[in-house]
């Protein structure tokens, strides 16, 4: 299924999502390895990431990722893909809704944040439905597969934020 995915969305994928995991994935061996790697980052929590399905169907409907950057704080990374077949019918926001559930309330995270491309609108409207604050903009900070360069909006959630929501 993951490589399956992985076909499927790499047009989709390849203009703001060209490191994303599911870009280099070469058979269905090597999606399957991926797998159980990502399930070891889980156990070990440096990372987690989380499918989003159709209720209706199973099928794979994007993922959601989620980066501890300071356990101390603490502070999480966010970030997020859809499926083409599923982009813009509110699967990924309802997803980024019960993640930000579970890091601030069972995780007791300080804070959230996400970077993203700035020409990314439909993933800009994410953060901000979801209420994220644009706390910057890097220039130019990223190279385009065509050699040209792109920045990067920096979003911040903190948890009074997301309570007061």
């Known amino acids: 299924m993951y490589y399956a995915a992985s076909i499927r969305n790499r047009g989709h994928l390849a203009e703001f999502e060209s490191d994303n995991e599911l870009m ?18 889980w156990t070990a929590r440096n990372c987690f990431f989380i499918g989003i399905y159709d209720k209706v ?3 794979w409907a994007g993922q959601v990722y989620v980066g501890p950057t300071n356990w101390e ?6 970030g997020y ?7 813009g019918k509110g699967y990924i926001s309802e997803a980024v809704q019960r993640v930000l559930k579970m890091l601030f309330e069972d995780l007791g995270a300080h804070r959230v944040k ?8 439909r993933s800009i409207r994410v953060l901000e439905r979801n209420g994220f604050r644009r706390e910057g903009h890097l220039l130019e900070n990223r190279r385009n ?3 040209s360069f792109h920045g990067d909006f920096l979003y911040g959630l903190l948890r ?6």
């Open 114 to 121: 996400s970077d993203c491309n700035e020409n990314n609108i």
């Open 24 to 41: 280099g994935l070469k058979n269905e061996e090597h999606a399957e390895a991926t797998v159980r790697e990502l399930a070891a980052e």
């Open 145 to 147: 597969a065509d050699g």
């Open 160 to 165: 009074r934020e997301y309570l007061h929501r």
């Open 81 to 87: 893909v859809a499926d083409v077949a599923y982009e």
């Open 73 to 78: 704080l603490p502070e999480f990374t966010i």
């Open 57 to 59: 169907t199973g099928e």
